[in-house]
């Protein structure tokens, strides 16, 4: 049900590998589905990735390694005038281990309500941007990824990508304001959380309706 919407959004997939793309988005859920660990951490991240890319011509997944500047960044027609630089290179794998270990810390305390902490990773992973290929495309299974881990089965039965993609507007949108003084450690997370949450919201009413 997804694969009209990876051929009209997705950001690698062309009229030559669309049908690779959805093969590889396939395997990367069943991979997020049937992977029986709890953990969060930069080789499963990267795992994703290559599961995701596994089927098209590129070289294998490894994080980011040059500087990543706006005009290669999708949505770049939000950030062409803003000259918004992703994280340098050299810290890429530094701040993924870094809100990896954060999101398991949360995780680690009973006091916390793990959806936000959810919402908080989603939008520190898209900052960081950390591959050159796919950043995007793992960032949205990495939603289902998260549920999952902190015990919400819904992205098995509900596409959390197909709820972003029917918003996807308003996404981008949300994405750039959360961006701004990402570097400086002064960004407002409220807007991209508020979101996210109405995802999954709209996740467990679809899943309510399927059931009726």
């Given at each position: 049900k ?8 997705n950001e690698?997939?062309d009229?030559d590998?669309?049908?690779y ?6 395997d ?5 589905f049937d992977e029986t660990?709890?953990?969060l951490?930069s ?5 994703l990735?290559?599961?995701?890319t596994k089927?098209?011509h590129f070289n294998?997944n490894e994080?980011?390694d ?7 960044l999708?949505p770049?027609?939000y950030y ?7 994280v340098d290179?050299?810290d890429?794998?530094?701040?993924v281990?870094?809100?990896c ?6 995780k ?5 309500d793990?959806?936000i ?6 939008t ?5 941007y950390p591959?050159?290929?796919s ?6 299974l ?6 999952k ?8 039965y509900?596409?959390?990508e197909e ?11 949300i ?7 990402w570097?400086?450690?002064n960004?407002?997370?409220k807007?991209m959380?508020k979101?996210i949450l109405?995802v999954?919201l709209?996740?467990?009413e679809?899943?309510s309706?399927?059931?009726?």
């Amino acid at each position: 049900k997804d694969i009209d919407y990876m051929l009209d959004n997705n950001e690698l997939a062309d009229d030559d590998n669309a049908h690779y793309y959805i093969a590889g988005y396939n395997d990367a859920l069943s991979y997020i589905f049937d992977e029986t660990t709890s953990l969060l951490n930069s080789e499963i991240i990267l795992e994703l990735a290559d599961q995701t890319t596994k089927y098209l011509h590129f070289n294998k997944n490894e994080y980011r390694d040059f500087y990543w500047t706006v005009s290669i960044l999708r949505p770049w027609d939000y950030y062409t005038d803003k000259h918004y630089q992703a994280v340098d290179e050299d810290d890429v794998l530094n701040c993924v281990d870094a809100i990896c270990s954060e999101f398991m810390d949360c995780k680690n305390d009973k006091d916390v309500d793990m959806l936000i902490p959810i919402c908080l990773f989603f939008t520190d992973f898209l900052a960081i941007y950390p591959f050159n290929q796919s950043s995007e495309k793992v960032s949205k299974l990495l939603i289902p990824y998260l549920l999952k881990v902190c015990g919400f089965s819904i992205g098995e039965y509900i596409s959390i990508e197909e709820i972003l993609y029917e918003n996807l507007e308003s996404f981008y949108q949300i994405w750039e304001v959360s961006m701004k003084n990402w570097q400086e450690d002064n960004n407002d997370y409220k807007e991209m959380t508020k979101f996210i949450l109405r995802v999954i919201l709209r996740a467990y009413e679809k899943f309510s309706d399927f059931i009726n």
